[in-house]
C-alpha cells in the first residue's frame, strides 16, 4: 500500500485530514517487524498484515465509515476511498432516519463488494501462512464459504464491516474486526515452513 501513490494519494489529498497513532501496545496490534511511516511501499495482497495497520475512513464527527484491515493495493484502496465518502453522504443525510441509514450503510456495502473487479478480487487472496491458520480455527472462523472455500479478504472486510454500521470510533471492536490471520508474524519460521512442503 502507498498512500503516497495516486489515485490514492489525490483522494486522500482533497477529501480527508489524515492522521495516524501508535497501535504498538494494543492487544491486536501485530509482531511482524517494524515499519517506519518513511519505508518504502512493497507488494502484497489486500488484506495482508491486518494486525499491523488498519486505515480507519471516519466521518467529521469521529463515526467509523470504512476500516481497511492491512494493506491494499492503491487502485483498490481508492475504490474504498470512494466508497467512504459515498457513505458519509448518508451518514450526514438529517432526511434519514437512523435505521434507514444503517441500512443503506449495511446495503452500500454487500453492493460494493459485488461491484469488486476480478483484477480486486485476484489481489485479496489469504496470504498461505494465514490461509493455514485460519484453516485450524474452521469451526469458529468466518473466513470460510458455507460450502468450506476461503473467503477473500475483501469479501470478509465488507461483509464484517456490514455488520457495523456508523459505530463511534472509540466503540469500534478493531481487535475483533481484524482477528483473521496469524498475529504474529516469524519471517525464520514462515520461509522453514514453505520449504519443508
Given at each position: 500500500?502507498?498512500?503516497?501513490?495516486?489515485?490514492?494519494?489525490?483522494a486522500l489529498q482533497s477529501k480527508f485530514v489524515?492522521?495516524?497513532?501508535?497501535?504498538?501496545?494494543?492487544?491486536?496490534?501485530?509482531?511482524?517487524?517494524?515499519?517506519?511511516?518513511?519505508?518504502?511501499?512493497?507488494?502484497?495482497?489486500?488484506?495482508?498484515?491486518?494486525?499491523?495497520?488498519?486505515?480507519?475512513?471516519?466521518?467529521?464527527?469521529?463515526?467509523?465509515?470504512?476500516?481497511?484491515?492491512?494493506?491494499?493495493?492503491?487502485?483498490?484502496?481508492?475504490?474504498?476511498?470512494?466508497?467512504?465518502?459515498?457513505?458519509?453522504?448518508?451518514?450526514?443525510?438529517?432526511?434519514?432516519?437512523?435505521a434507514e441509514k444503517d441500512g443503506k450503510f449495511?446495503?452500500?456495502?454487500?453492493?460494493?463488494?459485488?461491484?469488486?473487479?476480478?483484477?480486486?478480487?485476484?489481489?485479496?487472496?489469504?496470504?498461505?501462512?494465514?490461509?493455514?491458520?485460519?484453516?485450524?480455527?474452521?469451526?469458529?472462523?468466518?473466513?470460510?464459504?458455507?460450502?468450506?472455500?476461503?473467503?477473500?479478504?475483501?469479501?470478509?472486510?465488507?461483509?464484517?464491516?456490514?455488520?457495523?454500521?456508523?459505530?463511534?470510533?472509540?466503540?469500534?471492536?478493531?481487535?475483533k474486526y481484524t482477528d483473521y490471520g496469524r498475529?504474529?508474524?516469524?519471517?525464520?519460521?514462515?520461509?522453514?515452513?514453505?520449504?519443508?512442503?
Open positions: 500500500m502507498s498512500l503516497s501513490e495516486d489515485p490514492t494519494f489525490g489524515c492522521g495516524w497513532r501508535d497501535i504498538s501496545n494494543e492487544p491486536w496490534c501485530g509482531v511482524s517487524g517494524r515499519y517506519d511511516p518513511d519505508n518504502g511501499a512493497a507488494w502484497t495482497t489486500n488484506g495482508a498484515g491486518p494486525h499491523n495497520i488498519q486505515l480507519f475512513m471516519l466521518s467529521a464527527d469521529g463515526t467509523v465509515l470504512h476500516c481497511l484491515p492491512g494493506f491494499w493495493e492503491t487502485h483498490d484502496l481508492a475504490r474504498e476511498i470512494k466508497l467512504a465518502e459515498d457513505l458519509d453522504k448518508v451518514w450526514t443525510d438529517r432526511s434519514l432516519t437512523r449495511r446495503e452500500m456495502h454487500l453492493q460494493h463488494l459485488k461491484d469488486h473487479p476480478r483484477e480486486m478480487v485476484a489481489r485479496s487472496q489469504f496470504q498461505g501462512f494465514d490461509k493455514k491458520f485460519e484453516e485450524k480455527r474452521r469451526a469458529s472462523s468466518d473466513c470460510f464459504t458455507k460450502d468450506g472455500a476461503a473467503k477473500t479478504t475483501d469479501r470478509l472486510m465488507h461483509e464484517r464491516m456490514a455488520e457495523r454500521a456508523f459505530v463511534a470510533f472509540e466503540k469500534f471492536d478493531t481487535e498475529q504474529k508474524y516469524d519471517k525464520k519460521r514462515v520461509l522453514v515452513e514453505s520449504a519443508s512442503r
